[in-house]
């Protein structure tokens, strides 16, 4: 089997204090911390287990994950196993970087996020050209506030050329066309994260070979519908994947809508859905015009 599964634990502590975020600045007891840590623990260990299947595996936690030593060895760990095709993780970028010395480069990517004014810009890019130098494969984004924009074409400027600047529509955010092309003009993509996606009754790969998984085991098609499918570690879920048409109004948030079988993205991500990178970075910066008709008649974001 060929399986991509979505992982958050328990964790729920951030280093940041981002304004747009629920989980900003949360302190997690020792006692959590030492419950996710467990449960992570035995994620990678039946991810090790699994050798007749290849894995993809995207780590999403709540809060920041890789300033935790088990992450970091968990990752590297984890891309030196044959049978995972890829292991990534969101992240805000805070950690130090030695740590991917011992990773497997082929393997591990990173999801980078920056927060302006949660750490000098001057450091956020210091940090992504280390990662530059020693060959992480990384994607570099930013939340789509009016506030971020001059910071977004900075970095566009700054980065080089081969690394995939996206962008996130805000949270309850609507945006003028012409601020939407401003936007676009840095992610050429952004039509895509603009609006919400209709998705009630459309197909989707989650439930088939893409789920979810917390920190207990309990699987899940998505991140975003509740409804269980079984458990990973008795192997009950096995039973559940099937096709099965999206049960929600909407979809919009990319790790959701990129299975999306009605959207292109599977494609224009080819071999970098996890970690948010484009298959040819020419292309992406030309969006058809039939494609930003159509992305423009979609629904506007709810608040």
């Not at 992450?71 to 740590?99: F, K, M």
């Not at 066309?177 to 459309?202: N, V």
């Amino acid at each position: 089997m060929d399986l991509t599964i979505l992982y958050r634990g328990p964790l729920a502590s951030c280093d940041y204090d981002c304004p747009y975020c629920p989980f900003a600045k949360r302190r997690d007891s020792r006692a959590q911390l030492t419950a996710d840590r467990d449960a992570l623990e035995r994620f990678a260990a039946w991810a090790g287990a699994q050798k007749d299947d290849r894995l993809s595996l995207l780590f999403t936690p709540w809060g920041e994950g890789l300033v935790r030593s088990w992450y970091r060895q968990t990752l590297a760990e984890l891309s030196r196993l044959s049978h995972v095709r890829r292991v990534a993780i969101q992240t805000n970028l805070s950690c130090r970087t030695d740590w991917l010395d011992t990773a497997d480069l082929d393997t591990l990517a990173l999801w980078c996020t920056f927060h302006p004014g949660q750490t000098p810009y001057d450091r956020f890019l210091a940090k992504c050209h280390d990662l530059a130098i020693r060959g992480v494969r990384h994607s570099v984004g930013v939340v789509g506030l009016p506030e971020h924009l001059e910071h977004a074409r900075r970095l566009r400027a700054d980065l080089p050329a081969h690394v995939y600047l996206w962008v996130n529509a805000a949270e309850g955010h609507t945006y003028t066309d012409a601020e939407a092309d401003q936007w676009t003009a840095l992610d050429p993509l952004f039509p895509y994260s603009r609006h919400p996606h209709r998705s009630a009754g459309l197909p989707c790969r989650t439930g088939v070979s893409v789920i979810s998984v917390d920190g207990e085991g309990t699987v899940r098609r998505c991140h975003f519908v509740r409804s269980e499918l079984g458990n990973l570690y008795d192997g009950s879920y096995r039973r559940a994947l099937r096709p099965r048409a999206c049960p929600l109004a909407v979809c919009d948030c990319h790790i959701g809508y990129v299975h999306l079988e009605t959207l292109p993205l599977y494609d224009v991500f080819a071999g970098g859905v996890l970690e948010r990178i484009p298959a040819a970075m020419p292309a992406v910066q030309h969006l058809s015009a039939g494609n930003r008709r159509s992305l423009s008649r979609r629904p506007a974001r709810r608040a």
